[in-house]
């Protein structure tokens, strides 16, 4: 465990001083020591702007540790288990965001057109788009979820917590209006 976590702080500051090293030397983008100026009002608009939703995500990472501290203290079996209904999850939560990306951009054109009913059709759209992917997200879960967790072990202890952790995690995915 201790090599992985080595490898991955070295890959992430080689990453990082790789971009670095290109941003200052590209004479394209045109970065260097004497742009780098403070904008206090612009920091201070920018943190106003986004202060919020960090502490939304903030608030998410301290739920899913406690959540965590929780569901050790049944085993490895139900970690295991709540840890692939949350990636499963996290996967149709990638697709949502896309689809709101979609969505913003469909609604801004329209309504800079000046077709408001155009925009809301199109947001009602991705909607029911997403929904269908939740309802089918519900079904596997529903139908197979022993067959999506033997995909990751073979050991059949997991099985009999995947159920109610894939179960509990659709409905909350399906009824959660921020997925």
């Not at 200052?24 to 920018?46: I, P, S, T």
């Not at 800079?112 to 079904?139: C, D, H, M, N």
């Amino acid at each position: 465990m201790p090599a992985a976590a080595l490898a991955t702080v070295v890959s992430r500051g080689a990453a990082g001083a790789l971009v670095l090293h290109l941003l200052f030397k590209n004479l394209e983008v045109g970065l260097g020591l004497a742009n780098l100026r403070h904008h206090f009002a612009l920091m201070d608009r920018m943190l106003r702007i986004v202060l919020p939703g960090s502490l939304q995500i903030g608030c998410y990472g301290v739920a899913d540790i406690l959540a965590h501290y929780f569901i050790a203290s049944f085993g490895t079996a139900a970690v295991a288990a709540s840890r692939v209904a949350a990636r499963s999850t996290m996967l149709l939560m990638v697709i949502g965001f896309g689809l709101s990306g979609a969505a913003a951009t469909l609604v801004g054109q329209n309504l800079g057109a000046g077709k408001p009913e155009r925009a809301a059709q199109s947001a009602w759209i991705i909607t029911g788009i997403y929904g269908v992917f939740l309802l089918g997200q519900t079904a596997i879960y529903a139908l197979g979820v022993g067959h999506l967790i033997g995909l990751f072990t073979t050991d059949g202890t997991p099985w009999r917590w995947a159920s109610p952790a894939c179960t509990s995690s659709a409905s909350a995915s399906s009824s959660c209006p921020s997925t």
